[in-house]
């Protein structure tokens, strides 16, 4: 059977074939973006489980059809939690990556134009292809997106949405600084473009000032997408979107469309963890052990690679991007797989058939233990070693750029 068009220019996800390629013994992964398993907030969801298989007949409400906005307990926590302006509303939905397929699918037709900073998420580029909408790449700066090329795009007119990632983006780790968002924002308004702003990282800052959401700025043209992925548990699969009444309404009917509702026992435990448990103990202690992480990584980094690339320092999130001087990141991530380290290379976070000269590595350092982390990273030194050495002599790998 043919599949439809648009299922055929879908990106596949090379980040899910090296995850499994991964999966061998003595592999290392720093590809995935996973959160560490040892800080689920397992104690707390096993309290809630038992609460309802201690009494059915009160929590059986939790396996009925119920509404498409969410789970109402949960709703009210998280509008105080994530301080939900007036005017504002929440809708519960299956992990970020269902926010970004329910703004898409609400506000753009097929063909018209999104903006987003390029290297971007890998899964809102799917998403985008899936619906045929046209991808309109903005450079990403140290401090943001390319304000001008930004500008520029928008002074066409043609651009009806701009999807970003302003903390601890991935795959960068960059976080835009106080004056682009207040200028993106300002540029958003003025030109009548919709903000789309993923926030899965915003949470996991190590220092530093907390910076306002872009959509701050601009609340009226703004959608906000929070996750509890990378703060909860991924496997639970919810999120959550925050917008004005007008904007979120339509957004409501696509979500009853496509799925119902999201999964309520899921919602009840993520609720009963947020009410009861001290999340904010339970982020600080989640940070303070991820800053040790991403600590280790950079010391190795800098101890055994410094002469093959750099990476700009990181003040939250999940990665590294480690710019390579000469090596091609795509033979390296390849040799890498070989000798027992799995790593992305750049080129897979931008969309189809764009044109680039970025030549960088995606690194993870929230998943592996700091001395797995340290052994990675000397795996990769041994990898870059041995690839300079062999081009010196002429060898058979051609990978210089
Ligand atoms: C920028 C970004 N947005 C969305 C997602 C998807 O998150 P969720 O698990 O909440 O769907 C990810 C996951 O890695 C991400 O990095």
Redesign the pocket.
Known sequence: MKTARLVESLPTSYIREILQAATAADCLSLAG?LPDPKYFPLDATAEALQLVADSPSVHGHLFQYASTRGYQPLIDHLQTQLSVGAGHELLM????????DLAVRTYLNQGDEVALEVPA?L??LQVFALAGVRVRPIPQLPNGPDLEALRKVFETGRCKMFYT?PDF??PTGCCWSLEVRTEVARLCRKHGVLLLE?A??RDIRFHGENLPLVSDFCSDVAIV?S????TAM?GL???AVVAGKKLLAPMLRVKQAVDLHTNTLGQFLLAEFLVKGNYVAHIANLCRNYHAKYEALHAALELHTAEFGFHRPVQGGMFIWFVLHELDATLVAQRCLERGLAVVPGGVFFPAGEKHSINALRLNFSYLAISQLEEAAARLAAVLRELSACIAVGGRYSGVR
């Open positions: 973006g939905t299956n992990g970020s990556q269902q926010g970004i998420y899964g809102a990632v983006h991935n993923d899965p990282y997408l996750s509890f992925s990378k991924p699969r919810l999120g």
